[in-house]
């Protein structure tokens, strides 16, 4: 499956940055009311973040999308970006778990993550924000993408 796979389309599902100055109270109510977690800090202490992974096989099998949404939740914005990668084979496949968690590890995330990366850059840059970027990936996990350690703050740029 890995090995047959070819890049078919990309699907930008929603780009979203809300400024916490931006007057849109409703926005912030669900960051103000996140968990704690117990998991130790990673130096991010203004960041909260919720990463998902979808995998989704269309009814021919012949067509497989790896969907990642990351929401970011830091001091001076919210932050939501979704996009979906499609990949053709050459005839109907079966994915069995393990075959599936390899094909999202190994082709889908590694297809996606630059364009997740440089979209949350992009939003945060637009945003006039402290820039947030997500570190250089070689080899991804499922787990890995959950925690705030996934993500890391950059100073904000100095002007003149």
């Known amino acids: 499956m890995v090995d047959d796979s070819e890049?078919?389309?990309?699907?930008?599902?929603?780009?979203?940055?809300?400024?916490?100055?931006?007057?849109?109270?409703?926005?912030?109510?669900?960051?103000e009311n996140l968990p704690d977690t117990d998991e130790p800090s990673d130096g991010n202490d203004?960041?909260?973040?919720?990463?998902?992974?979808?995998?989704?096989?269309?009814?021919?099998?012949?067509v497989a999308e790896v969907r990642q949404r990351l929401?970011?939740?830091?001091?001076?914005?919210?932050f939501t970006v979704d996009v979906g990668m499609t990949f053709a084979f050459p005839g109907p496949i079966e994915v069995?778990?393990?075959v599936?968690?390899?094909?999202i590890e190994r082709v889908g995330l590694m297809a996606l993550h630059p364009y997740?990366?440089?979209s949350l850059?992009?939003?945060?840059?637009?945003?006039?924000?402290?820039?947030v970027l997500?570190?250089?990936?070689?080899?991804?996990?499922?787990?890995?993408?959950?925690?705030?350690?996934?993500?890391?703050?950059?100073?904000?740029a100095q002007n003149g």
């Open 7 to 31: 890049l078919a389309g990309m699907t930008y599902y929603e780009l979203r940055g809300v400024r916490s100055d931006a007057g849109l109270d409703d926005e912030w109510q669900d960051v």
């Open 100 to 103: 599936r968690q390899e094909f």
């Open 46 to 62: 203004s960041l909260d973040m919720k990463a998902q992974v979808y995998f989704r096989l269309e009814s021919s099998k012949e």
């Open 71 to 78: 929401q970011i939740y830091a001091e001076d914005a919210r």
């Open 121 to 131: 850059q992009s939003l945060s840059m637009k945003l006039e924000v402290e820039p």
């Open 134 to 156: 997500l570190p250089l990936r070689k080899k991804f996990d499922l787990e890995p993408l959950d925690p705030a350690e996934s993500a890391i703050r950059l100073p904000a």
């Open 96 to 98: 069995g778990q393990s």
């Open 116 to 118: 997740v990366r440089e």
